[in-house]
């Protein structure tokens, strides 16, 4: 606002000659990857050698599932060229928007992911007889619960527990709602075919939220805000990532991720191309790149997620994976609950009774 | 020849405006009248009714925070203004001077950061874990750590906090104008305090009154950081709800009609406070 003329002028005389350079730059084809994925899926490192190596510029949003879905809507799938959407997101928003368009594998680079995660993948992402998901980085939710409450809290449910009254925080989101019903005895997964079934799930689960309440500081919206809940010790125990609760555990080995006995719900990020993306090639190119096992360990490192990325684990910091297998035995991760592919609809549902349990005193 | 030179002149002055008021105002608001009577039949169908408005009256969760955002939001307004009214006094009537011009800064500075990083010093202050709770603690009047924020009275703080400036500047400028020998007369004439307040001073304030306080109300009803953010599991607030409706939800359709019902809801309030205080929108926007 209270610029000097002469620094004004200076601006102006950079401002011209970064859009001299911009305008020769785009002339000399400067490729462009738009890409929206989440925090930590793209690290700066990681850019920069993708940008020297192909020559081609990235530009990263950050997002999450509602926001880049919503956004891809907005524009009919342009925009971006490049997506990063959880694989149980896929087939219901496909059919309802349209804003993909199919995986055309014969570009990706197979060879360097593991199978049977490509599989899953396939099968949960396919619509009529084309696939619109690559694997790229899993993860889980679950417990993380400070070593003080650590005997109370082992299931979802046990957050409901007076002991631990004041001091829990989940979020009013979908998966809150499937942990619960695994914790309360009810397969909500069996169930999603099945809405008159799905929604008698729902109405216990409600219930029980509702009941739950009292014992609740605050329901968290974002990651960095339930981190900051921990860390202070506001609150001991959370439904939350592994990935959160292993960074805290690095910071404060008092607080710790567990699977919940019900099971953690495990999900998978894929790469899914806009269907109006403009730059196809650059995309593939992409994700051949960061699936390299060392690029994907970096990912791994920044994220503390891990890749669909085979033998990438060795090149991964080892105190991360010491966090990941003290909270994985392989009962756990046997147990874990990965999430089908959400029917169009039930989001609605779900939507009523957070509403209602929101609303609720 | 003259005059259609300056006819021409004013039109090109005035395409900006109409353009944005149109294509930024008008149009969206249109289309989203348009949503918003649209129902999903079943995943890939629409057909027209009024599903949604239905929605708002018989799912109870709707008009209660529908309600509950509309008193907040005019509770907030009265505090904003109880509060603002004696700052704005001193600066316009008792300040002189340099100590004026810096007062005028010392309200306005908070606002060359943005709302979120307001709402965040916020709750630095309240958290359990923050600075009121230690310093409550440092003084022994309390035993263990308080938790001051996720609450409705949190909430208020930092909308009232958000709205000060806003209800400030009019009310300044308003006082300003003010002749001091209008209230000397009124004592002259045996009024007391209370007296020349009611009978003077609020009078002549009215349009800053009304004016800070439409915009006041404006900004706390379509808020959404601060009551997010500082709100408790209880505090849904309307804003939050379209929000959820549009970006969690995908049911555009549902966030539609919420949005016009929350347009109507300000635009019945404003009207309302107009007509009540006898002003005119010509009168407090000058």
Redesign the interface.
Known sequence: MARSPSSTRKHAVLLSAALATSVFASAAAAEELRLITWGGYAPDDVVAQFEKETGIDVQVTLSNN??M??KL?ATGGAGFDLAQPSQDRIV??Q???NIYKPIDFSRVNTDQLQPAMVKATQESTELDGQYYGVPSVWGTSGLIVHNSVADVVQDYTDLCDPAVA?EVSYRL?RPTLIGFAFAMGMDPFAAYDDRDKYQSILAKVQEKLIDC?DN????W?GGD?LLALLR???VKAAMAWDAGGWKLNAENPEIRFVAPESGALGWIDTFAIPRRSENEEAAYKWINFVMQPEIAARITNESGNFTASKGADEYVKPALRDAYRESFDEAAINNIKWYPPVP??L??LE??V???V???? | MRSSASRLSLWLLLTPFVLWIVLLVLLPHLQMLRVSFQVRE???TLTWGLQQYQNFFT????W??FVRTGVMSLFTTFLTLIIAFPIAWYIARLARGRSKGLLFMACLIPFWASELVRTYGWMILL???GLFSSWLQALGWVDGPV?M??NDVAVIIGLVYNGLLFMVVPLVTTLDGMDENLVEAGYDLGGGHGTVLREIVVPWAMPGIVSGCIVVFMLTLGSYLTP??MG???S?WFTQ?IF????????WEQGAALGVLLLVLSSVMVWLGLKVTGQSLRKVMG
């Open positions: 509602e926001d879905i919503s809507r219901g928003v059919r309802q928007f004041g989101k309440k609740v500081k605050t329901y919206t805000q202070t010790g506001e169009p609809g989001e609605t939507g009523q957070l509403d209602t929101q609303a609720a005193n | 079943s995943w890939d799912e109870s969760y709707y209660r925070t958290r359990e874990s938790e924020l996720y997010v953010l408790g599991k209880d849904a709800q959820t409706q549009f970006i969690t939800r995908f049911n």
